[in-house]
């Protein structure tokens, strides 16, 4: 990990707030090298993700560090979890703004560090430079498939069942709870600390993904909105969409709002930040399909069918189509 | 490669500049996937690298864009090269200022696919996201090494020869002349070009790297400064290095500056910039680093030697101990 722009001060926290991140890998060279080493096993491909966070942009400046930080791998993650890959290992490079003092720096790692426990990996390497911006984070996630088995957002063929992982929206009810946009009393103490909490720390299904290597026909993790995510997948795939908004999984949380709004649905589907894997599969695995949720006790739903042509259809429980805008959707 | 804070408008240009540079490598998937796709070889190891660059603390906000783009790939291809590996990709991840407009962009990928070239690898993956900031830029480098063969910062032993590549101090002094701090007249302006060329554009020495393997016992490349980063080889290695001042290899562009200000050459052994490779060798591979040498049309020279103790320490022509800071250099 080499570092620029920074005071030796700043250059001693970093070492002892990262290097023991990077202390389980022995491929990290202690962080004291020019580059990390990294063994692939014969027969696996790497699989490679890297996004960037910007403060203010696509987190609040008022996020504490730690929950930045375990987004930030998460949200990385994620996409390998939608790939059908095994985390190996990561990178991370931080600009880190004039208010970022020690505290911060050592909570971001901390949190660093509990996510690390969770998910089983380590810092392999990265760098660290200072900003006088917003604070900017990337990372570099790093994951193995066997050869030939990643999941992919082609590949889905008409006939096929759509399935959506865990809940819809509660990431997005989270934001808007946070950012006091939810109606005053319209969801319990309880309820807004589950969705914040889901906006917060997103749970890449990292043990989906895998498990559906050799099951499903494609598959994506929902980070844009599910109505724009199903329309990366059904572009890629060259197949068209119907997706059945009464079957789109909600959480107890969530359906309390649903009921008193019920164009809320629209703005589900559409929000954004779920990190919920969507994926297609033949109808004749939806058995299959069952013993993995129960397996992994988690829901896996169906939300819609695989059709010739092209985008994404919504259809409402009388089945009269809609049409999704950023505002929420309009019947024909 | 994902976007997020971005307009539909930045989103085209965006894939409009960059999925060509992903065309060649078909792990890339087209930028289309959650993530890339890498095959590692049996027998090989990957090696990782990333670095960040933010607008006025790493560049200056006036340097064009496709140099900036190019400095940013090819400081990571350093990395790599100091380690022995061969370029196999990279992953990017772009925040974009407010001021970034398409041609800026495109200019940036431009430059990004010039070097392509020059250096046989194609983009993976990445990101590309606003900030309200100054630019900022992560590239991650990914290379491949037979296992056990990379080059390492530890390993140095006393008695072996200490060589660089290249000249030292024509980055320091590049940009010494871009921001107008060189005596006027103090070069004429084709040295002032070569110059500023050192400083925008350095040599990633991939062929040397790669050459060493086996043959070095400790290799890194000169970033911080050749004392600084010699400071970091001796740490590793626990070792100390004496260090001769006058067998610094000068480049013709700089020696009349040293001339005429013999205390500059504390500053170019301190100002950092190169991207030259340092390494150390036992004394009997003399004959061999020589025709390495000729075998790479790249001059390297003997600097230094390797000893017991820690630190490094300067020597001047005289035998004389020399101490350095920031400034320069005092004589005991």
Redesign the interface.
């Given at each position: 990990m080499?570092k620029?722009?920074s005071t030796s001060g700043e250059f001693d926290i970093i070492r002892q707030a990262f290097a023991p991140l990077a202390s389980a890998m022995p491929?990290a060279?202690d962080l004291?090298?020019?580059?990390?080493?990294?063994?692939?096993p014969?027969g696996e491909?790497?699989?490679?993700?890297?996004?960037?966070?910007?403060a203010?942009?696509?987190f609040l400046e008022t996020d504490a560090p730690d929950l930045v930080a375990r987004k930030l791998l998460r949200t990385n993650l994620s996409?390998?979890a939608?790939?059908g890959?095994a985390p190996a290992g990561y990178?991370?490079?931080?600009?880190w703004s004039p208010d970022c003092d020690d505290a911060w720096i050592q909570r971001f790692a901390d949190g660093l560090r509990q996510d690390q426990e969770e998910f089983g990996i380590a810092l392999?390497?990265?760098?660290?430079?200072?900003?006088?911006?917003?604070k900017?984070f990337?990372l570099?996630?790093?994951?193995r498939?066997p050869?030939g088995t990643?999941l992919?957002?082609?590949g889905a063929t008409a006939g096929e069942t759509v399935y959506v992982s865990g809940t819809i929206g509660d990431g997005f009810l989270g934001l808007m709870s946070l950012t006091g946009k939810l109606p005053a009393g319209a969801v319990s103490k309880t309820d807004a600390e589950y969705l914040e909490g889901r906006y917060h720390l997103p749970r890449p299904r990292l043990a989906l993904g895998q498990r559906l290597r050799n099951v499903a026909s494609a598959c994506?993790?929902v980070?844009?909105g599910l109505v724009a995510d199903l329309g990366?997948l059904s572009e890629?795939s060259g197949v068209g969409i119907n997706l059945y908004l009464d079957q789109v999984p909600l959480s107890d949380a969530a359906r309390p709002l649903t009921e008193a709004d019920p164009a809320l649905v629209a703005r589900l589907v559409t929000g954004g930040d779920d990190y919920e894997l969507a994926f297609t599969a033949p109808a004749d695995l939806a058995g299959e399909i069952e013993a993995i949720s129960s397996e992994l006790n988690l829901s896996i739903t169906a939300v819609g069918t695989v059709v010739e042509g092209a985008g994404v259809r919504g259809f409402d429980k009388s089945g009269a189509e809609v049409v999704f805008d950023r505002a929420g959707w309009t019947h024909f």
């Open positions: 080499t620029t722009g491929g060279l004291l090298d020019d580059a990390a080493l990294l063994d692939v014969a491909q790497l699989v490679l993700t890297k996004d960037a966070l910007v203010g942009v696509h996409d390998l939608a790939m890959a990178l991370l490079a931080t600009a392999l390497g990265g760098d660290t430079v200072k900003t006088p911006g917003p900017t990337t570099t996630a790093l994951g498939v050869r990643a992919r957002r082609g994506l993790d980070s844009d990366h890629v």
